[in-house]
């Protein structure tokens, strides 16, 4: 009989405390969360792009129901312009603005669909109307090669507007999600 053999405890990437989640994030200064290269008042400004994409790749490891919360420790204290109400306040405008953002993409994106498909039901309209005005053969020939290539443009057309209809909405759909969810997400600043 094979003896069971207690495997060690596997470490976790992110600590678990309160019954959420901790993402934990180290900067030297608290500019370091913002993009540098916007020129509006820090509330107000867009955050870095590494600083964002860790938030969003730490998010998808977990399951959507997986409450978490974000840590974020600076090295240097805190100061009048970039206090940690500030800092949190800007975070969630920057999520607030993404998630207004996404709506817009998400309802460009369908009506954008919606379009394509109503073109394809009217190509494929048509190419039905003229295969079928074509002349009847007995005989397996050009004519019925042709009123066939024409029936499977016809349907070949309304082939992608269906897919994104029905399928490609859904990363779009994804990341509002996740941005909504950063909403609501608690996030303490901690300075040295």
Known sequence: MKAFVKEPKKKQRYRHSEGKRWIEVRVKNPY?????????????????????????????????STPFKIIVYVEETETKDLSKNAIQEAI?????????????????????AQFFLMIGILVLVSCVGIAQSLPLSTQPGPLGILREGIVIFGWVSIWKPIELILFDWYPH???????????????????S
Do not use: C, G, N, W
């Not at 540098?36 to 792009?49: C, K």
């Not at 603005?97 to 954008?112: I, S, W």
């Not at 990341?175 to 300075?191: G, V």
């Open 32 to 64: 370091q969360l913002f993009d540098a290269r916007d020129p509006a008042p820090f509330r107000e400004r867009d955050l870095d792009d590494d600083f964002v994409e860790y938030i969003l790749s730490s998010i998808r490891e977990f399951s959507f």
């Open 92 to 112: 969630h405008s920057y999520f607030a603005y993404k998630v207004d953002l996404q709506k817009k993409d998400l309802k460009t994106f369908m009506k954008r």
């Open 173 to 191: 759909y994804e990341k509002l999600r996740i941005y909504r969810k950063m909403l609501e997400t608690s996030i303490d600043i901690h300075f």
